[in-house]
Nanobody, 125 residues
Framework: QMQLVESGGGLVQPGGSLRLSCAAS????????IAWFRQAPGKEREGISC????????SSADSVKGRFTASRDNAKNTVYLQMSSLKPEDTAVYYC??????????????????WGQGSQVTVSS
């Protein structure tokens, strides 16, 4: 069974950092672009960062550019989202997703078939 499992969320103070992990089971992430999305209460899901299958290319939304960085370790079948300078408006459930056809990474959710269950990130003092 193909699964993505996020971990690493939690409560952090403004200005702090967190690293989310997205671990795959049942398939290899090596052939897939991976994206990170988030959804805050009452808001639409937002694509925030993606990384190509090789890790050579990344893309970030303006809302997180310079603060969030996606990386991957294909040997560990895991993708990461390093988040720094966190703000209260970053509070959301964060999801990772895998693109199924080996296409370049994109922040469009329609391109992704496999989704994790989500990890809550709360930024508050």
């Amino acid at each position: 069974q193909m699964q993505l499992v996020e971990s690493g969320g939690g409560l952090v103070q403004p200005g702090g950092s967190l690293r989310l992990s997205c671990a795959a089971s049942g398939f290899s992430l090596s052939f897939h672009a991976i994206a990170w999305f988030r959804q805050a209460p009452g808001k639409e899901r937002e694509g925030i960062s993606c990384i190509s299958s090789s890790g050579a290319s990344t893309s970030s939304a303006d809302s997180v550019k310079g603060r969030f960085t996606a990386s991957r370790d294909n040997a560990k079948n895991t993708v990461y989202l390093q988040m720094s300078s966190l703000k209260p408006e970053d509070t959301a459930v964060y999801y990772c997703a895998a693109e199924p056809y080996g296409r370049p990474c994109t922040l469009e959710s329609a391109s992704y078939n496999y989704w994790g269950q989500g990890s809550q990130v709360t930024v508050s003092s």
